[in-house]
């Protein structure tokens, strides 16, 4: 008997001890799995995120065509204007900005998609004045302008597109944009849009005066790249450049033009 009780207890002194918890193998596996967890739903928050904003951005847009469409029909059918020259003050009274406020207030000129600098300019080292500041995220075709359409320029005031009998297709004529958020378009109310088809790649002129990519939430300058735009008859879309501007023959700003081929 007592030579089992010893060697009973000889075998528990030499028996391991086993213990509770993870290996160094294992925390490692748990910090990979967790990583590629993260990794997949970042990226699917952030798609979350931006289309909410675009939801919320195109809203904004067609509130615009609304007070737009309320404005014209105190005002004969005539188009608002613009006032707002790239790079200085302009005539802020006879903006499409100060305008349409007693319709739909301010609170919508600023986009929720837009992250300019200029909402908020200060005087630089060396600077008297301040530059000016941004009014809107968004801005009105220029083709429907009576002060800054190009046909106003070669013909006379009677040349302008600014009201919807001289408008063919309403549905697919832009009419509000975005602004590019920096340089000197980032304060005006308006784009050059004649100015696009003095080269090979209009979207690269594009960009510096709109924002061609604003619905991406990204600075993609290509003729893929993505925008929200609203059209004279107050409809919103997302656009690719390429469906809205081709050349200077087919895009959906001149009225006289042909629709683009793709997405017209």
Known sequence: MRLLSVASN????????????????ELIIVIGVIGILLSLTFP???????SALNTSDLSQIRQLGLAHRAYQQVHNDWFVDVGLPHGGYGEE?????EVLEPYIGTEIMQSPLDDSPYWEAGLAQGEWTAPA??????GMNNYLSRNYSPAVAMIGPG??????????????????????????YAVSDHPHVESWS????PWKLASSQIAISAA?????????????????DGSTGTRPFKHVYETAQRNAFDPDAQLP???G
């Not at 030499?14 to 213990?19: I, V």
């Open 159 to 184: 040349a302008a597109a600014d009201r919807n009998t001289k408008i063919r297709f309403p549905d697919k004529t832009i009419c509000f944009l975005h602004m590019t958020p920096n340089g000197a």
């Open 44 to 50: 699917a928050l952030r798609t979350l995120r931006l």
């Open 93 to 97: 009274a006879r903006s499409f900005v």
């Open 261 to 263: 081929l793709i997405g």
């Open 198 to 201: 003095f080269g090979s790649e």
């Open 216 to 232: 991406e939430g990204t600075n993609h300058v290509s003729e893929l790249a993505e925008s929200n735009y609203g059209f004279v």
């Open 133 to 138: 500041l941004r009014r809107t995220s968004y």
């Open 10 to 25: 000889q075998s528990a002194a030499t028996r391991p001890l086993f213990r509770s918890g993870f290996t160094i193998v």
